[in-house]
C-alpha cells in the first residue's frame, strides 16, 4: 500500500497526527494550486483551498491511487474555482478578457533575433521559473521541501531531518530520492536538462 | 545534474508562494472540525453497518459466483469515459457483447470494445493522460486502464504533461506495441501496416518479436507487416490533423491566465507559442480570461479569445506568435 494511502487509512480512524500530517503535506501545494487560477485573491483562495480539502476528505474513499493523491486533489480544486467564479460573475457568458493593455516592443526584432534557449524564448523566464515551482509542487511526498530547504535554504541535512521529524540518515536518502525524482521530472516537462533550464533562466 | 545544477535552477525559480499564517491557520481549524464530523459519522456507519455484513457477504459471493459462472468472459473494472461522441459511435458492452450507440460520460469497462463508423468520430478520458480520439471506422479495446489495443482505423493520443508516478499508456497493434514518453501521437493501421506520427514528444515502438525503434516529434515511422520500419519527416500540424480537432475535450478557461490557454492552443494546434517579446510572455501570464470556448475548435477559440484582448496571434510555420494587439489572426 503507498505511503498516502496508510496516512489516509490512518486520518479516517481518527489518527490526530496523521490529520496533521495530511494537512501540512497538501494545504500549501492546493494554496499555491487555486491562487493563480483565483487571478491572486487570496481570500477567494482561502475558500477555494477549504472547500477543497474538504471535499477531499470527504470524498477520499473515490480516490483509486490511479494518480497521486495530489493530482486527484487538483482536479477537486480546478473545479472548486471555476464554481466559486462562476457564482460570483453568473453574468458573464461570453469570452471577455481583462487585461492591462501592455506596452508591448516590437515583434520582428524578437522574432528575427537568435535564441540560445528555445524554453525560454517559447514561455518567458517568469512562466518556465513558475514551471519548475510546479514541479516541485508535484514531486511525491516532502521531496519539494526538502529540495528547497536544502539549495535555496541551505540547511544541513541534519535540520532538514529534524524538520521533517526523521533521522539523518532517512533525511540524506530522503534528499537522494527528491533530486532524481526532480531531474526526471524536469526533463519530462521541459525535455531539458537542469543545467539547460538554469542556463535559460541566466541563472 | 549535480547539486549545482539544482541549486542554480530552484534559486533561478524562485520560493514557491507561502499562504498567509492566518489563512494556513484559519484553514486548519475549519478542516480539523470536519475531520472529526467525518471521523465521527464513519464509525457511526461502521457500527450501524456490522450486523449486515455477514448476510450481505454470503449473497454478494453467491451472486458473484452465479454472474461468473453464467459469463466468465464478462468485463471487469471501469478504464475510461466517453467524452465526446459524434454522429456514429458504438460501444460493444454487456453480458451478451452487444453494440449499442455510446453515450457521452457512459463509463467504459476493461474487455469492451469501441467503434467510430463511417462519419463518427469519439474522444475518451482515460486516467493519467489528457484525451485519446478515435478517427471514423475505427475500434478499440479497453484492456485495462493503461493498455488499448487497436483493431483497426486511427487513434490519437494525448498524453499532456506528465510526472513521475503517472500511469503510461500503451496502444497495441497487430504487429506491436506503442508506448508514449510525455506525447501526442497518432498510430493508423492500413491494412497490415501502421503508420506511427510523433506530433509532441518521443514514442517507444516495441515490435512483437522484440526489436525496438524511437520516434520523435515531426517524424512518423511506416511500420510494414514485417516488421521493417521506415523513418520519415511528418508534418505536426498540416491538414492531416484536423481530423482531431472536432474530438477536443473543451476545457474549462474561465478564470485562468491567457498563457495556460495559448499553451493549450499550441498543443491542439501542433504549433509552438512564440512570444514577440519576454514582455509580452510576462504581460498573457497576467491577463486573466473569462467565459467559455465550449463548441468551437481549437483554432475558432483562439481567434475568439485573442479578439478580445491588446494581444494578437498569427499562424506561422509551426508557430503561433503572439504580439500586440493591431491586427488580428486569422482562423483555419
Redesign the interface.
Known amino acids: 500500500m503507498k505511503e498516502e494511502q496508510l496516512l489516509i487509512r490512518r486520518m479516517l480512524g481518527g489518527d490526530e497526527q496523521a490529520f496533521e500530517a495530511f494537512f501540512n503535506a497538501y494545504f500549501a501545494r492546493v494554496y499555491r494550486f487555486a491562487l493563480p487560477r483565483l487571478n491572486g485573491d487570496t481570500e477567494a483562495t482561502r475558500e477555494v483551498v477549504q472547500a477543497t480539502l474538504a471535499k477531499a476528505m470527504r470524498r477520499i474513499g473515490d480516490f483509486r491511487g490511479d494518480s497521486a493523491l495530489f493530482t486527484w486533489m487538483c482536479q477537486i480544486c480546478r473545479r472548486e474555482a471555476v464554481d466559486h467564479i462562476r457564482s460570483r460573475r453568473r453574468h458573464l457568458k461570453h469570452v471577455v478578457l481583462i487585461d492591462d493593455r501592455p506596452d508591448l516592443r516590437s515583434a520582428i526584432d524578437a522574432l528575427e533575433a537568435p535564441e540560445e534557449y528555445d524554453l525560454v524564448k517559447a514561455y518567458g523566464r517568469e512562466e518556465v521559473g513558475r514551471l519548475v515551482r510546479v514541479v516541485l509542487d508535484r514531486l511525491p511526498s516532502n521531496y519539494g521541501d526538502a529540495l528547497e530547504w536544502k539549495y535555496m535554504e541551505g540547511s544541513s541535512v541534519e535540520e532538514i531531518g529534524e524538520r521533517l521529524g526523521i533521522g539523518t540518515i532517512a533525511a540524506q536518502s530522503l534528499l537522494a530520492r527528491a533530486r532524481t525524482a526532480f531531474r526526471e521530472a524536469l526533463e519530462q516537462v521541459f525535455g531539458a536538462e537542469a543545467a539547460d533550464i538554469a542556463a535559460g533562466l541566466g541563472a | 545534474?549535480n547539486?549545482d545544477?539544482?541549486?542554480?535552477?530552484?534559486?533561478?525559480?524562485?520560493?514557491?508562494?507561502?499562504?498567509?499564517a492566518d489563512?494556513?491557520r484559519?484553514?486548519?481549524e475549519?478542516?480539523?472540525r470536519?475531520?472529526r464530523e467525518?471521523?465521527a459519522e464513519?464509525?457511526g456507519s461502521r457500527r450501524r453497518w456490522s450486523g449486515l455484513a455477514f448476510a450481505a457477504s454470503i449473497l454478494v459471493a453467491a451472486l458473484g459466483l452465479w454472474l461468473a459462472a453464467l459469463q466468465p468472459g464478462a468485463p471487469a473494472g471501469p478504464v475510461a469515459t466517453m467524452a465526446i461522441a459524434l454522429d456514429e459511435v458504438r460501444v460493444k458492452s454487456g453480458w451478451l457483447q452487444r453494440w449499442q450507440p455510446a453515450v457521452v460520460g457512459q463509463i467504459l469497462a476493461a474487455g469492451e470494445s469501441l467503434e467510430t463508423g463511417t462519419h463518427g468520430r469519439a474522444a475518451i478520458a482515460l486516467?493519467?493522460i489528457a484525451s485519446a480520439r478515435l478517427d471514423h471506422d475505427t475500434r478499440v479495446r479497453f484492456t485495462t486502464?493503461d493498455l488499448l489495443v487497436i483493431e483497426r482505423g486511427a487513434l490519437y493520443v494525448d498524453a499532456g504533461?506528465?510526472?513521475?508516478?503517472?500511469?503510461r499508456l500503451a496502444v497495441e497493434t497487430p504487429s506491436g506495441l506503442v508506448r508514449h514518453i510525455?506525447t501526442q501521437y497518432e498510430v493508423r493501421l492500413d491494412g497490415s501496416n501502421i503508420r506511427l506520427r510523433v506530433r509532441e514528444?518521443r514514442v517507444e515502438w516495441r515490435s512483437n518479436s522484440g526489436a525496438v525503434e524511437r520516434g520523435q516529434a515531426g517524424e512518423q515511422l511506416m511500420i510494414a507487416a514485417d516488421g521493417a520500419v521506415r523513418r520519415e519527416q511528418a508534418s505536426r500540424y498540416d491538414a492531416s490533423w484536423d481530423w482531431i480537432a472536432s474530438t477536443t475535450p473543451a476545457i474549462?478557461?474561465?478564470?485562468?491566465?491567457?498563457?495556460e490557454f495559448l499553451?493549450w492552443a499550441g498543443r491542439e494546434l501542433g504549433r509552438?507559442?512564440?512570444?514577440?517579446?519576454?514582455?509580452?510572455?510576462?504581460?498573457?501570464?497576467?491577463?486573466?480570461?473569462?467565459?467559455?470556448?465550449d463548441g468551437l475548435t481549437p483554432s475558432q477559440a483562439l481567434v475568439?479569445?485573442l479578439a478580445?484582448?491588446?494581444?494578437r496571434g498569427s499562424l506561422e510555420e509551426g508557430r503561433i506568435?503572439v504580439?500586440?494587439g493591431r491586427e488580428k489572426i486569422d482562423s483555419n
Open positions: 545534474m547539486d545544477d539544482i541549486a542554480r535552477v530552484l534559486k533561478a525559480a524562485g520560493m514557491r508562494e507561502r499562504a498567509p489563512v494556513a484559519a484553514v486548519r475549519h478542516l480539523r470536519e475531520w467525518i471521523v464513519r464509525r486516467p493519467g486502464a504533461i506528465e510526472l513521475p508516478g503517472d500511469s510525455g514528444g474549462d478557461i474561465e478564470g485562468r491566465p491567457l498563457a499553451s509552438e507559442v512564440m512570444f514577440a517579446t519576454p514582455e509580452v510572455a510576462e504581460e498573457t501570464a497576467t491577463i486573466v480570461v473569462h467565459g467559455s470556448i475568439a479569445v478580445t484582448t491588446s494581444v506568435v504580439a500586440d
